[in-house]
């Protein structure tokens, strides 16, 4: 064969070899590619490129490889399945060396073409190594493999293997039958269903599709979730898929859904089958009904919480008396904890004096007897004493032995509460019905009477109530026994009836006067419809009334006799009223009458005065020298005369003046008003020798006009009687005197005699001879009628010789001007002439 | 007596009071031009030229008016009240002359205008020296309005 077929053919079936580096080193058909890949010479050439010894060599060690390479495979490919073969690392060992075999061969068919020898002799190396060392463990492992049983054991091995297995066969079917037997059993007894690891279920068993109500075709393939009745919570499945996606047995109740919607209850236990490595493969489901027991058990729950949420304290105990049950109504009631009643004495709940009724309790429980409804007294933990009604029941097992004793009891402090308050509550009002005035009745309408009170009884004049309600006739007691009749058909028809008026009689016959309220109250009693009133006796009153009736004639009688002196009266009114708008219109007539009058002495009487005057003076210049001396006197006594009678006008005048004047009070400064007086009367003290001596005086509150008028009259009269003394001496100065001030005016006159003091200050009336004193006997008046106006007085002190003090009373200045007045004090004190 | 030149006009009612009066002025040589009215009406017929005096100048009023206040017919006050109220007499002084000291009568003819007030005293001595003071003083001391005539007069014509 030449280089270019081997080329060839290695192009057209060399290629399945497994070394691919072979692919393109072939590429020129036997000649290296690109000249040898070292500088060693290819072993070809060993072979002189001879195609047939080199195709040889190359095919040999081609199979050679092949074959080497196919041994280690199928040993670790025996290896494998087969783990019970022993020496197994030997085995890995001796495929290593053949493996490394395979490779020197496949170098070997490499250097033909390329002479690597490094690369040849260095897996050469490996190789020997390998083979030295599976022939190292080879050796130790040489006896232990001569123990191996020869063949002929072997044999007899298989032999009594084949026995055994025909033994085991029987026995296995014997273990499958039992099997099936078990299955069936426990079909009947449990519902079963297998699911694989997603939960599609595999298989179910009858009870699964009875109880589920679906029929199989439908649960297998299906998943299980198809019966969740979300009555659990996720994480309830989560719990449970964890323990069996472990491999671990899950154990629980579960509530399903079933076919129809209904829920049921299963005890369920779901098993795991694992694979070989531990992994789960299926799950098996082996679950039993106990929805009954749920339901019952729910029952029981139920019946749990309404014992635990009563408002009554139940309790159960045993038959020495210690408390084993304890609800919330109890701890409510008595203030105990359930925990801290538990396994205490009853005894805690009962007051001192009642510690021995436990044990009479407890022996009628003992008995098999109860206690109902039987009022006493507990004591809560905090020590108050609660009224209470209890029910004690003994407590039997399923044998019917009293096992201990059940006790409900109800806190009735409260009703009993309520019940005393009733109770008072009608006892006020019998006491109110008892002790009121009015009479008070319960009869029947054909006229028992059930019920009355003593005012009733005494009313009508019996001595008791048991003899008036003996009467067995109604009618007896009004006076007209029709009267009843009419105010019962009367109350048929209204209900009520108020302010009824009706005379009654008594039992001595005399009539009794009554107003009476009176109710009809249907269906209340088992007597029929009742009537009940109200009586009140209106004897007195209907007595008074009448009496009332006839003062009230009296009365009118003599209304009318006072109408008609009222009448007179009046017009004697009127008559007086008349007559004082007669005099008050005379009154004031006469007031300007007086006006008038005072008008007309001041004009009309002061011009023939100045007439008679007047022609006087002119006979007197014209013609006194024709007259003589005698004539001439008698002019002069008539001048005289008329110049008297003009200051006695004038005077007058002034005095009625002082009358008429209208007071026109003020604070008025006084020594200003003495000094103009003083002024007015310097012609009077021209050619005298007069001292003055004036105070400064207070404020004075007054009228300033009719002031000066007083102190113009006084120093007048002062100036007038100090004429015969060489020296006058006049005072004027104040004093304070309760709350009044008062002005005196000091002479050093000839003054008066004290015992016609009383006739000073008269009208007309002098105390001096005209020759003398000249004056009018008005001045003093005068000054009197201003004091007086004033609402202050006026006196006089004298002595006869000695001199006279006029002193008089005026208000003080409203404003406080004291003090100006004592400041001013000083002034004038000297001598005027 | 011409009565176009009247220096006084004396109203009064009582012959004895203006014989007083007049004879009071006699003695200071005042009493020749006096004209004597007796009451009040015949007061106003002189000073406005009316009635009996209608044939009497305005040309020519008095210098000076005494006037009593009582008076028969008109009042004083009235005619007191006629002279001031009319611009043609108004400026002629009016002397109050009366025997009444009250003091309404006083502040009345004040209120109303007069330029004096007196009382007659009632002794003649002072009556007289009191007429002699006014006459001088209205007539001689006073110093009338210049022209007084003059409106009076030229309403004549």
């Not at chain 1, 699911?195 to 699964?208: A, H, L, P, R």
């Not at chain 2, 006096?34 to 020519?60: I, K, N, Q, T």
């Not at chain 2, 006014?134 to 110093?143: D, I, K, R, T």
Request: contains cysteine; charged residues 25%.
């Amino acid at each position: 064969m030449t280089h270019a077929a081997a080329s060839r053919l290695a192009k057209a079936g060399i290629l399945t070899l497994p070394a691919t580096g072979l692919l393109w080193l072939f590429n020129k058909a036997g000649q290296p590619l690109g000249g040898p890949s070292s500088n060693y010479m290819p072993h070809g050439y060993c072979y002189m490129w001879n195609p047939g010894i080199v195709w040889l060599h190359a095919i040999s060690d081609g199979l050679i490889a092949i074959s080497y390479y196919t041994i280690p495979a199928i040993l670790i490919y025996f290896i494998r399945k087969n783990r019970g073969i022993p020496f197994s690392r030997v085995f890995w060992m001796f495929g290593g060396f053949i493996l490394a075999c395979g490779t020197t061969h496949v170098l070997e068919i490499w250097n033909v073409w390329h002479g690597d020898y490094v690369l040849a002799g260095v897996v050469k190396g490996v190789t020997a190594a390998i083979s030295v060392l599976t022939a190292a463990m080879l050796i130790p492992l040489a006896p232990k493999a001569l123990s191996l049983p020869g063949l002929e054991v072997v044999n007899r091995e298989l032999k009594e293997q084949v026995a055994e297995r025909e033994r085991s066969k029987a026995t296995t079917e014997q273990a499958l039958k039992d099997l099936a037997d078990q299955k069936f059993a426990l079909d009947q007894h449990a519902i079963v269903a297998t699911t694989d690891v997603q939960g599609t279920i595999t298989y179910v068993n009858d009870k699964f599709c009875a109880i589920s109500k679906y029929s199989r075709e439908e649960l297998v393939g299906a998943n299980h979730r198809i019966l969740n009745s979300s009555h659990h919570p996720k994480e309830f499945f989560h719990e449970m898929y964890h323990t069996i996606a472990n491999g671990r047995v899950w154990r629980g109740d579960i509530c399903n859904r079933a076919k129809d919607g209904s829920l049921y209850w299963v005890d369920t236990t779901i098993v795991p089958l694992l694979t070989e490595d531990g992994k789960p493969r299926q799950y098996m489901a082996i679950r039993a009904d106990i929805t009954d027991r749920k339901r019952a058990e729910e029952v029981r729950e139920r019946l749990a919480a309404i014992v635990d949420s009563s408002d009554d304290a139940i309790i159960s105990k045993d038959l020495n008396g210690v408390i084993t049950a304890w609800n919330q109504g109890a701890e409510k009631i008595f203030g105990y904890s359930a925990s801290e009643a538990a396994g205490k004495a009853m005894l805690i709940l009962f007051p001192p004096e009642r510690l021995d009724d436990e044990a009479g309790i407890l022996a009628h429980i003992r008995k098999g007897e109860g206690v109902n409804h039987f009022e006493t007294v507990r004591v809560r933990k905090d020590g108050t004493k609660i009224e209470v009604s209890v029910t004690i029941s003994p407590i039997r097992d399923s044998s019917g032995t009293v096992v201990g004793a059940s006790t409900i009891a109800r806190d009735i402090t409260e009703r009993k509460q309520i019940q005393e308050a009733r109770l008072l509550a009608e006892e006020r009002y019998r006491r109110f019905v008892e002790r009121t005035a009015a009479g008070v009745l319960r009869n029947t309408l054909d006229g028992r009477i059930l019920e009355s009170n003593d005012a009733m009884v005494r009313m009508l004049g019996y001595d008791s109530r048991a003899e008036f309600l003996s009467r067995p006739r109604p009618e007896i007691h009004y006076v007209n026994p029709e009267e009843r009749q009419l105010l019962v058909e009367q109350l048929k028809q209204r209900g009520t009836l108020n302010d009824y008026e009706a005379c009654f009689k008594r039992r001595d016959g005399k009539p009794v006067w009554v107003v009476m309220s009176l109710v009809l109250v249907k269906g209340e009693d088992e007597a029929g419809d009742i009537l009940e009133a109200t009586v009140i006796d209106v004897t007195a009153r209907k007595h008074a009334e009448q009496q009332l009736a006839e003062q009230a004639q009296e009365l009118s009688q003599q209304a009318e006799e006072l109408l008609h002196t009222q009448r007179e009266i009046r017009k004697l009114n009127e008559k007086l009223e008349e007559r004082v708008a007669q005099r008050t219109a005379q009154l004031a007539a006469a007031n300007q009458e007086l006006e008038a009058f005072t008008y007309s002495v001041s004009h009309d009487l002061r011009a023939p005065l100045r007439h008679i005057g007047g022609f006087s003076r002119i006979l007197m210049e014209d013609f006194g020298s024709e007259m003589n001396p005698e004539a001439q006197r008698h002019l002069q006594r008539i001048e005289e005369g008329v110049r008297r009678m003009g200051l006695l006008v004038d005077e007058l005048l002034n005095l009625a003046r002082v009358g008429r004047h209208s007071l026109k009070l003020q604070p008025t400064v006084l020594n200003p008003v003495i000094e103009e007086v003083v002024s007015l009367l310097q012609p009077e003290t021209q050619d005298r020798q007069v001292t003055w001596k004036i105070a400064g005086l207070p404020e004075a509150q007054c009228d300033p006009v009719l002031i000066k008028q007083v102190f113009q009259n006084l120093i007048a009269n002062a100036l007038k009687f100090t004429r015969p003394r060489e020296c006058a001496v006049i005072e004027i100065d104040s004093r304070q005197e309760e709350e009044k001030l008062v002005v005196w005016i000091r002479d050093n006159g000839v003054g008066f005699d004290m015992k016609y003091s009383d006739k000073l200050f008269g009208v007309f009336q002098r105390l001096h001879k005209a020759e003398d004193f000249e004056g009018t006997g008005i001045g003093l008046a005068t000054v009197q009628r201003i004091v007086t106006k004033h609402g202050g007085r006026v006196w006089a002190d004298s002595e006869l010789g000695k001199g006279t003090t006029f002193s008089f009373t005026l208000e003080p200045a409203k404003n406080d001007l004291q003090e100006n007045a004592l400041r001013n004090r000083t002034i004038s004190t000297g001598a005027r002439s | 007596m011409n009565a176009n030149e009247i220096d006084i006009l004396l109203v009064d009612d009582s012959q004895d009071d203006i014989d007083l009066t007049l004879h009071a002025l006699r003695a200071e040589r005042l009493a020749n031009r006096v004209f004597v009215a007796y009451d009040g009406e015949e007061a106003l017929d002189f000073l406005f030229c009316s009635g009996p005096h209608s044939d009497r100048s305005f040309d020519h009023p008095p210098k000076l008016i005494l006037l009593d206040l009582k008076l028969p017919k008109v009042d004083g006050l009235q005619v007191l009240k006629r002279i001031k109220e009319d611009e043609r007499t108004q400026t002629i002084p009016v002397v109050l002359m009366t025997s009444s000291k009250e003091e309404r009568d006083r502040v009345q003819g004040y209120a109303l205008g007069v330029n004096s007030y007196l009382q007659k005293p009632v002794d003649f001595e002072e009556f007289r020296k009191m007429v002699k003071l006014a006459g001088l003083y209205w007539l001689v001391v006073n110093q009338a309005p210049v022209v007084s005539s003059t409106p009076l007069a030229a309403e004549a014509k």
